[in-house]
Structures are given as C-alpha cells and as structure tokens.
C-alpha cells in the first residue's frame, strides 16, 4: 500500500548533528584556548587591566608590539571565507593524518599550559586549525586554506627576551636614520644612544614603541597580505614579501625624521603627542606606497627588457561553478560524520586539562612580605644604611606582568648608595627576566658580565650569583643579581623556569624571585663587587628567614 512512497524527514534533521557537533566543537576550542587567548590580550594591550583609564588610554599604553594583533583573526577569518565561498575545494577527509596533527597540537598546548608558556599554546591553537582541517575536510582544503591559517602566526606574541636585542639594535637604527633624514633637510640634530639632541635644548628620546619592531612585525604581516594578492608571480612574489622588511624599518626611520623636524619647529611636546599618534597610522600609508611603487617597478622592468610578467586573476582556474553549488554545504554537513564527533570530543578531553592545568596558583611571596622582611636599616661591613622604598611605574610593572615588586635604595655616610629591587613572580610567568634586557634595550652596554658566589652574613648560604658591568652615557654601574626558585637560589634564568615548572608540577612552592643590587662605580669596579657582595650577604639571611 505504501510501496514508493518516501517517509518524509522532520525539517531540519539532516542539519540538526552537523549543528550540533559545530557547536560542541566552538565550544571545546573556547575552553581549551580561552586563558591563553585572555593572556594574548594582556600582551597586546599591556594597560588594559587599568580599567580606571578610558579606551584609548587602555589600548595605546604600555609597551606593546602586537597592537595589531585582534585584526589578525578577523583578517584571516575573512579570507577563509571568501576562500571557502569562491574557490572549488572537495571534501575528501583525511583522518589519520589529520587526527595524528591534532593529537601532537593539542598534546603541544597542554604542556604549554603545564609550563607556562603561552606564546607556545598559541602555535598549538594554529596547528589544532590545521588538524581539524585535515581530518573533515581534507587535505585539499587544507592547501587552499595554508595563507589565512599562516596569517595567524602574526598576532602570536613571542616572549620579550627574545624580542630584546632586536628592539634595542631597530631603535638605534631607527634614531641614527631618522637624524640623517633631519640633517638633510636642514635640522641640527645629533643623536646619543637612544636620545635625539636639538637647538634650543631640546631632547627627544625614542621609546621602545619608536624602535621600528612595532611597525616591522605588523608591516610584514601587511607584506604577506599584500603580495599574497599582488600581481608578481613565483621568487618576485617572494622578493617583494621580503622587501616588506626593508620598508617597514625605512618608513618607520621617515616618521623618527619627522618626529624631529616637528619637534624641531614647533616642541618636544607636540612631537611626541598628537603627532606621534598621527604619525604611527600614517607610517603604513606610506609603506603602502613603497610596496606598491616597487610592484609597479617590477611589473615595468620586465616589460622594458622585453620579458613582461603574466599577470593572471588570483585563483582563476579554480573559481567554482555551477556543479559546486553544494560545496558550502558539504562543508558544514562534513562536521556531522564519526569523524568530525571524534575531533570535537578530543578538543574537549584537552580543555579539560588545559582548564585544570591552568588554574591560577597563590603566590607564597609578594612585595609586603619583601618590606616586612627586609629591616629599614641594615648594618653593612659596620656601617648603618638606611633606606627608602621608590615605587615603580605601572608602565614598567604593566611590562613586567607583575604587581609584587620592592625597590629601596640604602644609603650610608660617606658611602655610595644602593639599589635592591626585588621582582616577584607567580606561575612562571616571566616578569622575572633577566636584567640584561632592559638594559640593553635602554642604550646601555654591557662591558663584563661574570658568575660568582656570595655567602650569606651568617654563613648558612653561599649563593650563585651573575654580576654586570654597565656603561651608560660617561658613568659606570655594577649589578649583582640571583634568581629565588622555591627554597633555591640559581643564577640561570633558565634554570629558575625550569625549577619553578617543576615545583609548580610537585604542587610545591612555584613562586619565583629577582633579586638585584646595583650601585655606581665611583673609584673601582673591586670596590663596587665588594660593596655590593657584602651588602647581599646581609640581606640575604632576611629575605631567606621569611621567602620559605
């Protein structure tokens, strides 16, 4: 009787578990990569945390060189889009591969987030994209979807003692072109170290945000973007990419000369206000032209010597047509299968561990604790020294990552001052840098660097420690410094995170410490490394009697 008749489906119940496992995926990826995405942010805007501040002032202070880093995602989504929308791909799963590199890329995230390391669970994350993308979709998909995936890799910030040298090294370079550009024109400008001298007294210095990194990473994040759809084909196509790093530090030296010509004329204010703002978006409008300028160069050169480039539409062999109509489809109903369950349910599985692993620990120390810990007068070598406590900036904490940070200076008669600033940080996180960093990336040079070992005044201790000799303008400084890791001292940075890591997987005391002397060089560098040995020495039994 019902022979040849269909049973018809309940609307919508081909679409209902492709919804559903689009949703538990969202979901899963949300959880798993929400900490690391919250502490990217911090990385990318380092005031906004100061929610007493606006909008402006949140987002454009601080010391940042991943300002461009939300637009990143946006980007790269769009173009994924329009990818997906526009061009032919068939849907040919490949779950073993692709089940294999989402294993490893989310087994990468979780020991991230064990250790710490965050800029490592934001490669995870891109790797993660690529896994699930191999395993529903295929690998054809993949292969036209490599640019918006690889795009991501700009807005991942990587940790400030790798950025340190090349900060430092840009801004010089930045600061020395930027004078020539003002001599040409006929300003009287002389640069030392990282300060711009003028007539009339005038100082400009150029700030760390000046120093070209800022612009050359989001720069050659525009180059990719931009000869990704250019016109050049094959090594000019890559010639042009790496160009983008010769333009973004050429620009960036314009606006420096602008900078002083501006405060030049008008005054240091003006210069560093409003226009440095203005300056700092116009910059890219002119490295716009510059790769536009050397595209159209290139385009007429070949043409001149008689070997004109084939300029062809971007992915015109393989626009979609009419028998593609389904594809948009096929790609959302490709979640619904075994297959695209499997991949949210381990994406799942690692947000619980990335949840757990995440999980904030207390801090055992904190600067109160320091100042309760450390006397106000100390009695060195048989002198009496007194101190008084100098905070520091939020600027320089919003860097640090940290709120818990002691600096007093000691003084004594007849004896020159010094400085001990103590560093505190929590969970491995990396406030507790090493001191070398700021200081070449504030013009200073480092003439001696050594290990040694400082007893403790009560004999109990004997502490590694690294000693610096700084250069800075016509003065001598010395610096004597040692890491707390638990209930060690260490003078390796790298040992410290490891031990903090380890002691924070031990469910152990994981906080961690910086602890620094530093005083002038006023008659020997031997009297300065004596001063400040015994000086430590006597802190020290403090510092250890309450850091347990």
């Not at 769009?78 to 989402?102: E, M, Q």
């Not at 004999?459 to 001598?476: A, D, K, N, T």
């Not at 040992?495 to 006023?522: E, H, P, Y």
């Given at each position: 009787?019902?022979?040849?008749?269909?049973?018809?489906?309940?609307?919508?119940?081909?679409?209902?578990?492709?919804?559903?496992?689009?949703?538990?995926?969202?979901?899963?990826?949300?959880?798993?990569?929400?900490?690391?995405?919250?502490?990217?942010?911090?990385?990318?805007?380092?005031?906004?945390?100061?929610?007493?501040?606006?909008?402006?002032?949140?987002?454009?202070?601080?010391?940042?060189?991943?300002?461009?880093?939300?637009?990143?995602?946006?980007?790269?989504?769009?173009?994924?889009?329009?990818?997906?929308?526009?061009?032919?791909?068939?849907?040919?799963?490949?779950?073993?591969?692709?089940?294999?590199?989402?294993?490893?890329?989310?087994?990468?995230?979780?020991?991230?987030c064990l250790a710490r390391v965050n800029f490592a669970s934001g490669f995870a994350f891109i790797a993660t994209l690529m896994g699930l993308i191999l395993m529903v979709w295929g690998a054809e998909a993949l292969r036209r979807l490599?640019?918006?995936?690889?795009?991501?890799?700009?807005?991942?910030?990587?940790?400030?003692?790798?950025?340190?040298?090349?900060?430092?090294?840009?801004?010089?370079?930045?600061?020395?072109?930027?004078?020539?550009?003002?001599?040409?024109?006929?300003?009287?400008?002389?640069?030392?170290?990282?300060?711009?001298?003028?007539?009339?007294?005038?100082?400009?210095?150029?700030?760390?945000?000046?120093?070209?990194?800022?612009?050359?990473?989001?720069?050659?994040?525009?180059?990719?973007?931009?000869?990704?759809?250019?016109?050049?084909?094959?090594?000019?196509?890559?010639?042009?990419?790496?160009?983008?790093?010769?333009?973004?530090?050429?620009?960036?030296?314009?606006?420096?000369?602008?900078?002083?010509?501006?405060?030049?004329?008008?005054?240091?204010?003006?210069?560093?206000?409003?226009?440095?703002?203005?300056?700092?978006?116009?910059?890219?409008?002119?490295?716009?032209?510059?790769?536009?300028?050397?595209?159209?160069?290139?385009?007429?050169?070949?043409?001149?010597?008689?070997?004109?480039?084939?300029?062809?539409?971007?992915?015109?062999?393989?626009?979609?047509?009419?028998?593609?109509?389904?594809?948009?489809?096929?790609?959302?109903?490709?979640?619904?299968?075994?297959?695209?369950?499997?991949?949210?349910?381990?994406?799942?599985?690692?947000?619980?561990?990335?949840?757990?692993?995440?999980?904030?620990?207390?801090?055992?120390?904190?600067?109160?604790?320091?100042?309760?810990?450390?006397?106000?007068?100390?009695?060195?070598?048989?002198?009496?020294?007194?101190?008084?406590?100098?905070?520091?900036?939020?600027?320089?904490?919003?860097?640090?990552?940290?709120?818990?940070?002691?600096?007093?200076?000691?003084?004594?008669?007849?004896?020159?001052?010094?400085?001990?600033?103590?560093?505190?940080?929590?969970?491995?996180?990396?406030?507790?840098?090493?001191?070398?960093?700021?200081?070449?990336?504030?013009?200073?040079?480092?003439?001696?660097?050594?290990?040694?070992?400082?007893?403790?005044?009560?004999?109990?201790?004997?502490?590694?420690?690294?000693?610096?000799?700084?250069?800075?303008?016509?003065?001598?400084?010395?610096?004597?410094?040692?890491?707390?890791?638990?209930?060690?001292?260490?003078?390796?940075?790298?040992?410290?995170?490891?031990?903090?890591?380890?002691?924070?997987?031990?469910?152990?005391?994981?906080?961690?410490?910086?602890?620094?002397?530093?005083?002038?060089?006023?008659?020997?560098?031997?009297?300065?490394?004596?001063?400040?040995?015994?000086?430590?020495?006597?802190?020290?039994?403090?510092?250890?009697?309450?850091?347990?």
């Open positions: 009787m019902n022979e040849g008749l269909e049973i018809a489906k309940p609307p919508g119940h081909s679409a209902l578990l492709p919804l559903l496992s689009w949703g538990l995926l969202a979901g899963a990826l949300i959880a798993a990569f929400a900490q690391n995405f919250a502490e990217m942010w911090i990385r990318w805007f380092p005031a906004w945390r100061h929610t007493s501040q606006g909008l402006y002032d949140r987002i454009t202070g601080g010391e940042s060189y991943y300002t461009h880093g939300p637009l990143i995602p946006f980007v790269s989504l769009l173009i994924s889009v329009l990818i997906v929308r526009h061009l032919r791909i068939r849907v040919r799963p490949r779950p073993v591969w692709g089940g294999i590199l989402l294993l490893l890329a989310l087994l990468l995230h979780l020991m991230a490599w640019f918006p995936i690889a795009l991501l890799l700009f807005m991942v910030p990587l940790p400030e003692v790798t950025v340190s040298n090349a900060s430092f090294h840009l801004k010089m370079l930045a600061a020395a072109w930027g004078v020539w550009v003002a001599n040409i024109v006929g300003i009287a400008a002389e640069q030392v170290g990282n300060r711009v001298l003028l007539t009339g007294d005038k100082e400009l210095v150029i700030a760390n945000v000046c120093n070209g990194l800022r612009t050359l990473i989001s720069l050659v994040a525009f180059g990719a973007l931009y000869t990704y759809v250019c016109r050049l084909q094959g090594l000019w196509r890559a010639g042009l990419f790496v160009a983008s790093f010769a333009v973004a530090i050429i620009s960036n030296a314009l606006r420096i000369g602008s900078l002083i010509i501006v405060a030049d004329i008008w005054d240091v204010k003006t210069a560093t206000g409003w226009y440095h703002d203005t300056s700092g978006i116009l910059v890219f409008l002119v490295a716009a032209l510059f790769m536009f300028g050397i595209e159209r160069f290139v385009l007429w050169a070949r043409r001149a010597v008689g070997r004109p480039a084939t300029v062809s539409p971007l992915f015109g062999d393989l626009r979609r047509g009419r028998e593609d109509d389904r594809q948009t489809a096929q790609f959302f109903q490709a979640m619904g299968g075994r297959r695209g369950w499997i991949a949210a349910t381990l994406v799942l599985a690692s947000a619980a561990g990335a949840i757990w692993l995440n999980r904030s620990i207390p801090p055992f120390w904190n600067e109160q604790l320091a100042k309760a810990a450390l006397p106000a007068s100390l009695e060195v070598a048989g002198k009496l020294m007194r101190s008084y406590d100098i905070p520091i900036d939020q600027q320089t904490k919003d860097v640090l990552e940290t709120g818990d940070c002691l600096n007093r200076v000691y003084v004594a008669p007849g004896s020159p001052e010094i400085t001990l600033c103590i560093i505190f940080s929590k969970d491995n996180r990396k406030g507790t840098h090493p001191p070398e960093v700021c200081l070449i990336g504030g013009g200073a040079e480092i003439i001696a660097a050594n290990d040694l070992k400082v007893k403790s005044a009560d004999g109990r201790w004997e502490v590694p420690c690294h000693e610096l000799l700084i250069q800075s303008g016509s003065r001598q400084y010395y610096y004597l410094y040692t890491y707390k890791c638990g209930d060690k001292y260490t003078n390796s940075f790298w040992k410290q995170q490891f031990t903090i890591f380890l002691n924070g997987l031990l469910n152990r005391d994981s906080s961690g410490a910086l602890i620094r002397v530093s005083t002038n060089v006023v008659t020997t560098v031997e009297e300065a490394r004596s001063r400040s040995m015994q000086f430590l020495g006597t802190a020290i039994p403090h510092l250890d009697r309450k850091l347990r």
